[in-house]
């Protein structure tokens, strides 16, 4: 060891026994340190439970709210299977009360009682409202205190039964005190006053008179009827007050005030609603007057409506039988707006009377009718026989009848009209069978069709032109149809055998008349498709006309000379072929 | 039959000890919070007084302070009896209480009056002379008391209830 060693020995011995003993504690408040660490929990579990909660309070507290504002999701975490029943429960209670509401609600709409309810309140002219009130309000008045107003003393009270006691004065002078608080607070020395105080369903009505107040302690809704019972008792009360009442009142006084009866919570609940009643009762009942004007006003109103509806129907339907009845008319719909508009609808026969003369007839003020009508042949017999009137054409020794689709041909005639109209009477629309029982005339020479001479006298040719004319006529109004393309509907071989007949005899006619015919061959069809397509069906309809009359023995030379008119035309678009005959004179 | 019923006030400074009074004495039906809040906590007892029967003291325990502001002069309307509390061992409270009644009056014209000296248990630090004490003894009762011990503090009310059932 050096000098210098030695001397630093002597010098710090004392600090360096210091320095190992700081050294050695330091050591030791380690090691308890990290004892104390692993103690603490049962040090914490050990300690009285009072003081150990009130000490950990605050820190704990204050490390709550350190941990929400640093960590708040792992705080909503750990609170969230606390919240969740928390919530459900909070919406599980709603919901009853909503539940319980609406029950009520139905309740008091739908059932019986409800409207009996409903009833007395027509009857009594109060709300309805007001009735639910009434009857459903649930309210006990628990205490009744007189208190004197300055000191806050009790002069009386009463109290429903059954209730645990309680300190009236002391109740008494804090609520004065805090009425006195209150009007201190808000309004100073003014008649201002605590009236009421509600906690829950808990309400504490005040009333102030000039010596006394009365304090009534309720549980429930009160009607508004027992605050003026209240105010009633109290003005009573008032009215005989003795005048050095002093601090509390007698018996004698009680019982010459009434003030037992009078403030008894039973009979102020019934005084109350007696006072309900009463004013329900007392209110104005409503005139009727206006509601039964209204009522009379509107069963007026609704029979005229009605009455007048039943006069247009009845006039309708009298037009609909008219209509029905016409001949020649197939009525389909009528559209009626009653008293506004008209409408009929049908098919119209072109040898039926018209309809207007009907419509006219038909009475109904100010409403025009208005007809729409599409062509049709009827088969009634009246139309067919007018039909073959006009076809006919007969002279006046010759009379026609129709009886159920039979054309009843009688009389006599020219043989020559005989010769013309024989056959064309059977093919006159509507006849089913024709019956001819005409007699030819004998100063009337019987023309023959076919194998006309050379020389025709003048009178023949004329009449072999009227002929003429007359089936060129007939040809020209018919009209060969096809389903589609150049297939013809089912009834078109039998029109085509007539047409070619109709033919062959207009040539033996037009021979005896001197004249020739040259045919027009129609092809028609319909504006569906193409143009160009519809041209070419066009073309084939006219072209499968020609052949076939020329199949069904129509001369060749005057379907050779046949013209084919293909061209589109907006009046024929149907789906059809059809003949024009021109008769053309012959230059000698 | 019920108790006819008295309205009885307590005054005095800060810190005497009227509610430490009113707690050994009375029912304690609400509770002190109404003190800091209202300015005032009212509490009764009825007291047997013997001959003249039972008589009811409704006690309003007025906030300590030495000075009555309006609020605290309409807490006295009614009154019947006033019970100035002073504290022993703070002469200036015996002085503010003195203060208290005179102002009292103009409310309380008639009003009894009983002056408790509270905290006997602390007498040996008494700052209120015996003399102080003789002195005014000549003017109205004056009781000692102790609402630690309970000493004196039911013959106060008692003294007060003699005297308003007179």
Known sequence: ?588 | MTAPARKVCMLGDFGVGKTSLVARYMRNTFSDTYLTTVGVKVDSKEVDLGEPGVLKLVVWDIAGRSVLDALNMSYLRGASGLLLVADGTREASLRTAIDLLLQSRSVLADAEAVLIINKLDLVERWEVGPSTLAGLRQTMPVIETSALSGDGVEQAFLELAKRLAR
């Open chain 1, 1 to 588: 060891m050096s000098d210098f060693e030695r001397l630093r020995h002597l010098l710090l011995a004392d600090e360096r026994d210091k320095l190992a003993t700081a050294e050695q504690r330091i050591i030791e408040l380690e090691r308890v340190n990290r004892e104390l660490a692993a103690q603490l929990p049962g040090l914490v579990r050990a300690a009285p439970a009072e003081p150990m909660s009130r000490a950990l309070a605050s820190p704990v507290a204050a490390a709550l709210g350190n941990a929400v504002q640093r960590n708040r999701a792992s705080i909503v975490d750990a609170l969230f299977p606390v919240i969740g029943p928390i919530i459900r429960k909070a919406i599980a209670e709603a919901l009853r009360g909503m539940m319980r509401d609406l029950n009520q609600v139905l309740e008091h709409g739908f059932s019986p009682r409800g409207m009996r309810w409903r009833i007395e309140a027509w009857r009594s002219g109060v709300p309805f409202a007001q009735i639910v009130l009434k009857h459903s309000l649930r309210y006990q008045i628990d205490h009744v205190f007189l208190i004197e107003r300055d000191s806050g003393l009790v002069l009386h009270r009463e109290s429903a039964p059954g209730l645990p006691d309680l300190d009236a004065d002391a109740i008494a002078g804090m609520l004065t005190a805090i009425a006195q608080f209150v009007r201190d607070s808000v309004g100073g020395e003014g008649t201002e006053s605590l009236e009421a105080v509600r906690i829950g369903e808990h309400l504490l009505w005040v009333l102030d008179g000039p010596r006394a107040s009365l304090a009534c302690f309720i549980r429930g809704v009160p009607p508004a009827s027992l605050r003026v019972v209240l105010s009633d008792r109290l003005e009573q009360i008032h009215a005989q007050f003795p005048d050095a009442a002093g601090d509390t009142l007698d018996d004698e006084s009680i019982a010459r005030l009434g003030l037992s009866a009078n403030l008894e919570p039973a009979a102020l609940v019934a005084a109350s609603s007696a006072l309900g009643d009463a004013d329900a009762g007392s209110r104005k009942r409503p005139s009727l007057w206006p509601l039964l004007l209204i009522g009379l006003a509107i069963v007026l109103a609704l029979g005229w409506y009605f009455l007048h509806i039943a006069r247009w129907n009845e006039r309708v339907e009298a037009l609909q039988a008219g209509l029905r009845a016409h001949p020649g008319f197939l009525l389909t719909a009528i559209d009626a707006r009653p008293w506004r508009q008209l409408r009929v609808h049908g098919l119209l026969d072109a040898d039926a009377e018209p309809l207007q003369p009907l419509l006219d007839r038909a009475d109904l003020g100010e409403v025009q009718p208005s007809v729409e009508v599409a062509g049709y042949l009827s088969s009634d017999d009246a139309i067919v026989l007018k039909r073959a009137r006009r076809l006919l054409d007969a002279p006046a020794s010759v009379s026609l009848g129709v009886a159920d689709g039979v054309l009843v041909v009688s009389g006599e005639a020219a043989g020559e009209w005989i010769d013309r109209r024989r056959t064309q009477a059977a093919w006159i629309a509507g006849v089913r069978a024709v019956d001819w029982q005409v007699l030819a005339t004998a100063d009337s020479p019987k023309i023959m069709p076919v194998a006309r001479p050379a020389s025709v006298s003048v009178d023949a040719q004329a009449a072999a032109r009227d002929a003429l004319h007359a089936l060129v006529a007939e040809i020209e109004q018919a009209s060969l149809s096809f389903s589609h393309d150049t297939v013809p509907l089912a009834a078109s071989g039998d029109l085509l055998r007539h047409l070619a007949t109709s033919l062959r005899e207009a040539q033996s006619l037009a021979a005896v008349a001197g004249v020739r015919l040259h045919l027009a061959i129609h092809g028609c069809s319909d504006a569906t498709g193409a143009a160009e397509l519809n041209a070419r069906l066009r073309e084939q309809r006219a072209g499968w006309l020609r052949d076939n009359l020329r199949n069904a023995g129509v001369a060749t030379e005057l379907l050779d000379e046949a013209t084919l008119v293909t061209a589109a035309d907006a009046t024929a678009a149907i789906r059809a072929a059809m003949l024009r005959v021109q008769v053309v004179e012959v230059t000698r």
